[in-house]
């Protein structure tokens, strides 16, 4: 597990563009894997339960990557409470589909195959899935970190998200949206 403690928020999002990097390649795997499974049916036992092992995990990554690029997207901008919610929920998620990596290696990893040559794509593929999920586990102690960059309201420390200073009108801006939220949390306490 990584320590995030005194990590800056840009080496944080840099960590975030590394996962989606590592995600995007492991779905690109999977697509090829899918392919291979799909071209040797003859050679696997259970070969839907192994497609549909693929189609699950497939589905659930690009679902990882659409989150990572918001959050990459959006904390360069600053954290929320909302970008700590998504962390925490792709966690949570992560650790609980592992359940499918153990069953999916009781199932087809652990068991002989109608055609032993097809050993080493039945391993990559769990491999690199549980390896994947196991990565995301590590995002639980970014959670900490990130809560260093939000104030106890869930507005943004990283800079007054209410005045920018950059070249408009008269050099000073005032963003409405941030502003009127901000306004409705005082009167909702």
């Known amino acids: 597990m ?4 005194g990590v800056s928020l840009d080496a944080i999002i840099e960590h975030f563009e590394e996962w989606n990097k590592a ?23 259970n070969v839907e339960e192994i497609k549909d092992y693929i ?11 659409s989150d990572l690029d918001r959050l990459v997207l959006e904390m360069k ?3 929320t409470d909302q970008h700590i919610e998504i962390i925490r929920q792709l966690c949570e998620s992560s650790q ?4 499918s990596c153990v069953n999916f290696k ?10 032993e040559k097809m050993r080493t794509i039945l391993d990559s593929i769990y491999a690199r899935t549980r390896g994947l999920l196991i990565d995301y586990w590590d ?51």
């Open 139 to 189: 995002m639980s102690n970014i959670i900490t970190r990130l809560r260093v960059f939000t104030s106890s309201d869930g507005s943004t420390i990283n800079g007054n998200d209410v005045i920018d200073i950059k070249p408009n009108v008269w050099g000073i801006g005032i963003n409405l949206n941030n502003l009127w939220r901000r306004i409705k949390r005082r009167f909702k306490k």
């Open 23 to 45: 995600t995007r390649e492991e779905l690109e795997n999977l697509e090829n894997y899918a392919r291979l499974v799909e071209n040797n049916e003859s050679c696997f036992n």
């Open 2 to 5: 990584t320590d995030y403690t």
């Open 96 to 99: 609980h589909e592992e359940h």
């Open 106 to 115: 009781k199932r087809h990893i652990e068991s002989a195959l109608k055609d």
């Open 55 to 65: 189609f699950f995990f497939t589905d659930l990554f690009k679902r990882y990557v």
């Open 77 to 79: 901008r600053g954290v």
